[in-house]
């Protein structure tokens, strides 16, 4: 799995509501010390068990798939903190050693639409 391009990711979702499927997006809000991906990366989860994106491997993304599912289930958006920790990066093979946050949202097709989205942020600006 790699990055995904924010055209694709609306793609994608737009694609899967059309059919009437509920998309998870999970979006790496904050990051602080050394992690796998920068804020922004993004992964999408489908009903049928795909996803597509990184949000940045290895044990991250077992967690965060486990949130993705439960946010699935539920319909429940959420913001979640993963810790990497030096102990459980050098048990894993990795060299990171910081904290994400993770923001875990449900697209779900009679809620709202990317046309919806596309429509309110089209006027916005990002300020960092």
């Not at 996803?51 to 429940?76: D, F, L």
């Not at 910081?98 to 429509?119: L, S």
């Amino acid at each position: 799995m790699g990055t995904i391009s924010q055209a694709e990711l609306y793609r994608l979702i737009a694609e899967r509501n059309a059919g009437g499927e509920r998309v998870v997006v999970a979006t790496v809000a904050h990051t602080r010390g050394s992690t796998p991906q920068r804020r922004g990366a993004k992964m999408l989860f489908f009903e049928n068990g795909e996803v597509a994106g990184t949000v940045g491997g290895g044990c991250i993304e077992a967690e965060v798939w486990a949130e993705a599912r439960e946010a699935m289930r539920t319909g429940a958006a959420g913001l979640h903190k993963f810790s990497l920790t030096a102990d459980e990066a050098s048990e894993e093979g990795m060299v990171c050693g910081g904290t994400m946050e993770i923001f875990i949202d449900v697209w779900d097709a009679a809620k709202k639409t990317v046309a919806d989205v596309q429509a309110a942020t089209a006027d916005a600006v990002l300020m960092s």
